[in-house]
């Protein structure tokens, strides 16, 4: 029905900057809120950012100021840029989307969430 596709993982130094994409597609009639998480080893997933439809943005305090969450509503796709990058930063980072979306039987709403992607950052 609904899919998401994250990319721009990677492996960057301390410092660095990485861009995160997350497009959605499929059977969509309307994405609501979209938003970034992560998930380190041993640690429960975490909220990183989150954008809605009107483009109002909320982040954790751990990233403000360093990261970025935009979005492209004509492409459903929402990005984040992160800059300044530290080695806590490490994690797999997962997009989600409140998606409603069509069927034969009518328009539904739910959470879907991407893949993940690794972003390692070295010290």
């Known amino acids: 029905q609904v899919q998401l596709v994250e990319s721009g993982g990677g492996l960057v130094q301390a410092g660095g900057s990485l861009r995160l994409s997350c497009a959605a597609s499929?059977?969509?009639?309307?994405?609501?809120?979209m938003g970034w998480y992560r998930q380190a080893p041993g640690k429960q997933r975490e909220l990183v950012a989150r954008?809605?439809?009107?483009?109002?943005?909320d982040y954790a305090d751990s990233v403000k100021g360093r990261f970025t969450i935009s979005r492209d509503s004509a492409k459903n796709t929402v990005y984040l840029q992160m800059n300044s990058l530290k080695p806590e930063d490490t994690a797999v980072y997962y997009c989600?989307?409140?998606?409603?979306?069509?069927?034969?039987?009518?328009?539904?709403?739910?959470?879907?969430w991407g893949q993940g992607t690794q972003v390692t950052v070295s010290s």
């Open positions: 989600s989307a409140e998606v409603t979306f069509y069927t034969g039987k009518g328009n539904f709403e739910s959470e879907f």
């Open positions: 499929g059977s969509i009639f309307s994405i609501n809120d």
């Open positions: 954008i809605t439809s009107d483009g109002i943005t």
